[in-house]
């Protein structure tokens, strides 16, 4: 008898006009359920594409099978073994383009939904605490220094940790997990998620040193005299690239970082509970249509604007943005003017009143395989607004690369490290991540710390 054809789960979500006015989590996440259902749909594929579409190799059919059977702490296990940060990808992993693009089911159907049971084994062990410290090789008691605690520091130092070595991570700001703390809005990764997988690299014997700006505070050669054998440099990508366009000095134009930190990390939505004052904005124009972007326009909206704008030069197939948070913005109500890019920010008593644009088409492909944007002549016009966020991208960290001159760099101010084994030109330092790749995903990054940690250990250990 031919199997019974089951349709892909949808997990269930707030409603718009709720999740508008809340900084809660948006998706609740499958019920056991609707997660083994969902598991059913795997076809256990003997060479599974799944896998190699994964940057960190997470086992998918192994724990997807678990799933169906109902062994729910033991998937979470199995996906832990490769991915120190389930919880994580399961809720900002572009799935789209990665394992579900190459899921054979999605050939002919919509593919397992394997992010969201990826989230929902990481949470079930979780909340159920079933969280246990996991099998450590025999302590080296060889020292070695992740600077950033973003996710390819994270990556790197929970592999490292498990080879036996001792690891301490030095992040910069008050709370770890770089960008996915001060630049994914609450409403898409609770900061108590984030926490929760911090602490289960401390339960490995990570340790952590805040507010500890290596670059300023300590140098790397000053870390290696203090005993440091080996260094992974994970900075991320922190510099706001502007529009370099008249007005963009007024006041009320932002970076996306400064706005989502402002709102993250600094609690500015609760004003005056926390000591971060948040502009009051009416409307707000966002440029860009990456996930920041969208991040930045939700987050707009929760903060009481009564109009948002998405602005982008390009047509709704080029936005590089995640097609759920897309889905999502446009159900919350962002105006999305496409194929539209700023040429002036207006001005009125220094504060920004409006944008001023002009209409594209799209010509040939250019460089980045996308179709170059062309102005069309006297098609300019006017949005008028009070704010406008910046969300068009981020160059490299500088600040520890200004201090370290050994490191060598590509002409984009990124760190030139070897793509192999992502050691850079400073002895025993390699480096990954935004800072090696530019702007990426939080996935790539978990994938270049995995492959710092195995380079790291066969330097350390002569192998």
Same mark, same amino acid.
Do not use: W
């Given at each position: 008898m031919p199997k019974e054809k089951i349709e892909r789960q949808k997990m269930?979500?707030?409603? %718009?006009?709720?999740?508008?006015?809340?900084?809660?989590?948006?998706?609740?996440?499958?019920? #056991?359920?609707?997660?083994? =259902?969902?598991? #059913?749909?795997?076809?256990?594929?003997?060479?599974?594409?799944?896998? =190699?579409?994964? %940057?960190?190799?997470?086992?998918?059919?192994?724990?997807? =099978?678990?799933?169906?059977?109902?062994?729910?702490?033991e998937a979470a296990r199995k996906v832990k073994s490769t991915n120190a940060l389930p919880a994580v990808c399961g809720r900002v992993c572009p799935q789209e383009s990665q394992c579900e693009k190459v899921c054979i089911v999605g050939k002919k159907d919509k593919p397992v939904a394997i992010g969201s049971l990826e989230r929902f084994v990481a949470d079930f062990e979780r909340n159920t605490n079933a969280v246990k410290i996991p099998n450590i090789a025999e302590k080296k008691n060889i020292k070695v220094a992740v600077v950033g605690s973003g996710p390819a520091g994270l990556t790197c130092a929970g592999d490292l940790a498990l080879k036996g070595y001792d690891v301490t991570i030095f992040e910069a700001l008050h709370k770890t997990g770089g *960008?996915? +703390?001060? !630049?994914?809005?609450?409403?898409?990764?609770?900061?108590?998620? +984030? #926490?929760?997988? +911090?602490n289960?690299?401390?339960?490995?014997?990570?340790? *952590?040193?805040?507010?500890?700006?290596?670059? =300023?505070?300590?140098?790397?050669?000053?870390?290696?005299?203090? !005993?440091?054998?080996?260094?992974?440099?994970?900075?991320g990508a922190g510099l706001p690239m502007f529009l370099n366009i008249p007005g963009e000095n007024l006041i009320g134009v932002l970076s996306a970082n400064e706005y989502l930190t402002r709102v993250n990390l600094m609690k500015a939505y609760l004003f005056p509970e926390y000591d971060t004052p948040m502009v009051k904005s009416k409307k707000v124009a966002v440029v860009g249509a990456g996930n920041v972007a969208m991040d930045s326009a939700r987050t707009a909206l929760r903060l009481g604007a009564e109009k948002v704008y998405i602005v982008y030069r390009r047509s709704p197939e080029e936005m590089p943005a995640r097609k759920e948070e897309i889905?999502?913005?446009?159900?919350?109500?962002?105006?999305?003017?496409?194929?539209?890019?700023?040429?002036? *920010?207006? !001005?009125?008593?220094?504060? +920004?009143?409006?944008?001023?644009?002009?209409?594209?088409?799209?010509?040939? %492909?250019?460089e980045s395989g996308r179709r170059r944007p062309i102005p069309i002549k006297?098609?300019?016009?006017?949005?008028?607004?009070?704010? *406008?966020?910046?969300?068009?991208?981020? !160059?490299?960290? %500088?600040?520890?690369?200004k201090a370290t001159p050994e490191i060598e760099l590509n002409k984009w101010g990124n760190i030139n490290a070897n793509p192999e084994t992502l050691a850079t030109t400073m002895k025993g330092v390699y480096a990954g991540g935004d800072i090696v790749t530019g702007a990426a995903t939080v996935i790539e990054a978990m994938g270049q710390g995995k492959i710092a940690a195995r380079s790291i250990d066969k330097y350390l250990t002569g192998g």
């Open positions: 269930p979500e707030q409603k %718009p006009h709720d999740r508008i006015k809340n900084f809660n989590e948006v998706p609740f996440g499958f019920p #056991q359920e609707i997660a083994m =259902k969902e598991a #059913q749909r795997c076809l256990q594929c003997k060479k599974p594409a799944c896998v =190699k579409g994964c %940057p960190v190799e997470v086992a998918i059919p192994e724990f997807i =099978k678990l799933v169906a059977e109902g062994k729910f702490v *960008v996915l +703390v001060y !630049g994914i809005p609450e409403f898409r990764l609770p900061k108590v998620i +984030v #926490q929760a997988e +911090v289960y690299l401390t339960m490995m014997g990570v340790k *952590v040193e805040t507010n500890m700006l290596v670059g =300023k505070v300590a140098t790397l050669t000053e870390l290696f005299k203090e !005993g440091y054998k080996a260094a992974f440099v994970g900075t889905h999502h913005a446009q159900e919350e109500g962002i105006d999305f003017q496409l194929l539209t890019n700023p040429i002036e *920010v207006l !001005g009125k008593d220094g504060c +920004v009143r409006g944008i001023k644009c002009i209409k594209m088409e799209l010509g040939a %492909p250019d006297d098609s300019e016009f006017e949005i008028e607004v009070d704010t *406008v966020v910046v969300a068009i991208g981020n !160059g490299p960290n %500088p600040l520890l690369l």
